[in-house]
Nanobody, 121 residues
């Protein structure tokens, strides 16, 4: 079973610019490179929401709430997807997860542990 492990979170100040990483294991690089990768987040008391996606060819899409502030990227050789965050706001506080999207644009694998991002001064 593919495993996804997120990292890079922590306590951040408003306006900060952390970068999150998510590494996929038990997946060969050629398969990883063909998959659509996605970042989600779940804030306290809220449903998990899709934040950003990137296709194998590098086409990016973003939720309106993060457009212009977050950038998704990938390194297929490292089987890793990144989320560069900037101009952080308190409402970005959430646990951030990554996943592979299946052909119906739904998360394909079990969720990893996520990485907590807390934005507070």
């Amino acid at each position: 079973q593919v495993q996804l492990v997120e990292s890079g979170g922590g306590l951040m100040e408003p306006g900060g610019s952390p970068e999150l990483s998510c590494k996929a294991s038990r997946m060969i690089a050629s398969v990883f490179s063909g998959n659509v990768m996605a970042w989600y987040r779940q804030a306290p008391g809220k449903e998990r929401e899709l934040v950003a996606t990137i296709t194998g060819g590098g086409v990016e899409n973003y939720a309106d709430s993060v457009k212009g502030r977050f950038t998704i990227s990938r390194d297929n050789g490292k089987k890793t997807v990144y989320l560069q965050m900037s101009n952080l706001k308190p409402e970005d506080t959430a646990v951030y997860y990554c996943n592979v999207l299946d052909t119906t644009n739904q998360p394909k694998y079990d969720w990893g542990p996520g990485t907590q991002v807390t934005v507070s001064s």
